[in-house]
Each structure stands twice: as structure tokens, then as C-alpha cells.
């Protein structure tokens, strides 16, 4: 597997991995009704934009076929939209994105980092050396709901 950049043409792409992975992972977190809602078939106009102005990754087959996706919000200093493909699941993917987003990061001078996890993912993110800070409610405006999670935050060593 082969971890690259994202280009704004992969959005739907990139859209389809987020809602896969969100239908499978959470579904014993959240409701079938808050799901279907948080995971709407048309990709919103600004997605394509987040992947152009943000270190948007992707984990691509030999083939070039995006699997699994993650980015860094430059305004926020957040790892956001960590996803797999659920038939990737389990290939170390997520962590191979997770380590070039903190590498992206200490480039860019962050010495931090902070995210928000589902309860199905926290696990995940403790492994790649995050710690939870707090549990949290957030209103997903594209869910209608407010969805339950955790505020975690790792700290970033020069060099690691």
C-alpha cells in the first residue's frame, strides 16, 4: 500500500470511503436513523474544497484506488475524517495515515494534535499515542443529532 495526497478529483471517491466506514463502524454507537442522515449519499460542495486547502491523505492500492483517508485541519491543528473501507479494515492503514498526518504536522511546525472520536474509534487512537481529554456530545448539523465523543489530543515529539 502506497500513501499518498489526495487530489480534489477523488472527492466522491473519499465521500463513499466516509460513509462506508461510518455505516459499519458505529453502527452499535448510533442509531440506524442518526447514521443514514450523517451519511447522505451527495457529497457536500465544500468537501472537495477541504481536500485543495488541507493535507488530505489517502492509503491507495497498486492499482491507485483509494481505501482509507484521513486529513489534518490546518485552521484547527485536528486529525479529522480518519475512514477505511470496511473490507480494508484491519491492515494497518489508518495507522500509516495517522503517522504521516503527525509527520505532516511536526513540518508544520504543530506541536500538538487534537481530534474527536467516536466511542468505536477511541481505542484506535489511544494506540497511536492520543489520550482522551474529555467525553463530549457534538451537533452534527448533517446528522441532526447530537452525536457522542471524545476529545483526545497527542502530543508531538520532535523526531519521533
Not at 12 to 31: D, F, M, P
Not at 119 to 139: D, K, L, M, S, T
Request: aromatic share 10%; glycine share 4%.
Amino acid at each position: 500500500m502506497t500513501i499518498r495526497l489526495a487530489v480534489p478529483e477523488e472527492a466522491e471517491t473519499l465521500w463513499h470511503i466516509r460513509n462506508a466506514a461510518i455505516q459499519q463502524g458505529c453502527k452499535a454507537v448510533y442509531s440506524p436513523e442518526v447514521i443514514e442522515a450523517w451519511t447522505p449519499q451527495a457529497m457536500p460542495d465544500n468537501y472537495r474544497v477541504v481536500i485543495e486547502e488541507n493535507p488530505f491523505y489517502v492509503a491507495v492500492t497498486p492499482e491507485n484506488i483509494p481505501v482509507a483517508s484521513g486529513y489534518l485541519d490546518l485552521r484547527t491543528g485536528s486529525v479529522e475524517a480518519i475512514f477505511t473501507l470496511p473490507q480494508w479494515s484491519g491492515r494497518g492503514l489508518a495507522s500509516a495515515i495517522i503517522a504521516a498526518l503527525k509527520q505532516e504536522a511536526r513540518r508544520r511546525g504543530f506541536t500538538r494534535l487534537t481530534l474527536a472520536s467516536t466511542p468505536n474509534a477511541c481505542r484506535f487512537y489511544q494506540q497511536q499515542g492520543f489520550r482522551v481529554i474529555q467525553e463530549n456530545r457534538y451537533h452534527s448539523k448533517m446528522a441532526r443529532a447530537d452525536l457522542r465523543c471524545f476529545d483526545m489530543e497527542c502530543e508531538l515529539i520532535p523526531g519521533e
